[in-house]
C-alpha cells in the first residue's frame, strides 16, 4: 500500500498559517466595526470651547457697555453655557475612551494572533505561499483564500488604525481642555466680582414702595412660618404703594427656571429627614448665577428662618416666587427687576480644573452639590411650582 505523500514542513506551516490568517479576520470581522464617535467628542469639545471663548469677549466688553450689570449678567451666563459644555464634552470623550479600551481588552489575544500570524507570513518566501501540493487547482484556490481575506484584513488593519487615532485624539481633547477650563473658571470669577461691585453702584432702578427696616426685622424675628411671612409682607411698606401692573398668568408652564441646574425633589417629596415641602428643590453648581424668570418686584431678601438667605419676588399682586438657600444675594426691597436680572449667587466653591477632569474620567462626585427652593404662592396659598415653569429633558 502506498504511503500517504507528506507535505514540505515549510509548505504545511504557511498552509496552517493562511488558515489561520482567514479564521483570525473572520473572528475580528464578527466584532462588528464600532461606530467613531471621536468626531461627536470633537465637535462638542469645539463648540464649547467657542462659547468660553465668546464668554471671555463679553468680558473684555462688560466693562464699556452702558448696562454694566445687564452685561456681566449675560457673561456669567455664557461662561456657565460654556463650562457646562465643557463637561458634556469631557464626559463623552472619557466616555468613548473607556469603551475604546474595553474593545481593545476584549480582543487583545485576537490582535496578538493576528500580528503574530502577519509577522510569520511576512518572513516566508513568496513562491512556497502560492504552491500548493494539489497542484495548480490547489494554488488557484490559494490564491482565491488570500484574495478573499486580503480586503477583510485590509479593512480591519484600518479599523484598528483608526481606532488607535481615535483614543489619541480623545486623550489630547482632554488634555487641551485643562488649559481651558483654568482660563474660564478665572474669567467667570473676575465677572462675579466685577458683577457685585456693579449692582452695588446701580442707581436707575424703578422701586414699587420703600420698606419701613424696623417693621421688616420685626416680621422676620416674629413669623415662625413661611405661610405667616408671606402674610405680613404688605404690613412692612413704609407710604404709599404702586400696584404691579403686569400680570403674568399667560405665561404659567412656560416660565424658565431662576438658575442653571435640575430638579432634585419635587413639590411634596420627603426629604432625607422625612420632611415635606410645597416647592421643589434645584440641584445646582457652585456658585451658579441666580436670575428674575419674570419681572417682579422685591418683597424681600435676607435670612429668613431655616432656608437661609430667601429672596421673595412678587410678579404681579398676590403672586410671589420664594427662592431660598442662596449665598450672596443682589438688590434692594422694593426695587422692580427686569427679567433676568441678577438676584444672586449660590454658594460652594468652583472646583479646579484638575477635579472637574477626574469627575469626567471616572464619574465620581457631584457636580450639582448646592440646592435652591423653590416655591410658588397664590393668595398666600402654595402652589406647584413645576406648573408655572418650564421643566425641559435636561433638568428633570
Known sequence: MRPPRRLPCRLTRALALLAGLAILVLALLGQGAPARAAT????????????????????????????????????????EKGLSAMRDSLRAAALREARIQAQFDAQRDEIAALLGTLQTLS???????????????????????????APALNQKVAE????????????????????????????????RTALSQAVSDRTDLPRRFTADPMKTQLLVATAETLRAFASGLSEITEGEEAPAAQDITAQKGQIPLPVQGSVLRRAGEADAAGVTRPGV????????????????????????????????????????????GLDIVYGEIGEVLPAGAPLGLMGGEDPAPGAILAQSRDGSGNDRSETLYMEVRLGNEPQDPLTWFAVTKDTQ
Not at 487547482?137 to 482565491?144: E, K, L
Not at 456658585?287 to 419676588?313: E, F, K, Q, W
Open 123 to 149: 518572513r516566508e518566501p513568496a513562491p512556497v505561499l502560492m504552491l500548493h501540493p494539489d497542484g495548480p487547482i490547489g494554488t488557484a484556490r490559494s490564491g482565491m483564500l488570500m484574495a478573499e481575506a
Open 40 to 79: 461627536d467628542a470633537a465637535a462638542l469639545a469645539r463648540a464649547a470651547a467657542s462659547e468660553l471663548e465668546a464668554a471671555h469677549d463679553r468680558l473684555d466688553g462688560a466693562e464699556r457697555a452702558s448696562d454694566r450689570v445687564a452685561a456681566l449678567t449675560a457673561t456669567i451666563a455664557a461662561y
Open 281 to 324: 428643590v434645584l440641584a445646582t453648581r457652585p456658585r451658579a448665577l441666580v436670575t428674575a424668570p419674570v419681572p417682579a418686584t422685591i418683597r424681600y431678601l435676607g435670612p429668613l428662618l431655616d432656608y437661609g438667605n430667601v429672596m421673595v419676588l412678587e410678579p404681579q399682586s398676590g403672586l410671589l416666587f420664594v427662592l431660598a
Open 160 to 191: 484598528l488604525r483608526a481606532r488607535l487615532e481615535e483614543a489619541r485624539e480623545l486623550r489630547a481633547l482632554q488634555e487641551a481642555a485643562a488649559d481651558q477650563l483654568h482660563t474660564a473658571l478665572s474669567g467667570v470669577q473676575e465677572a
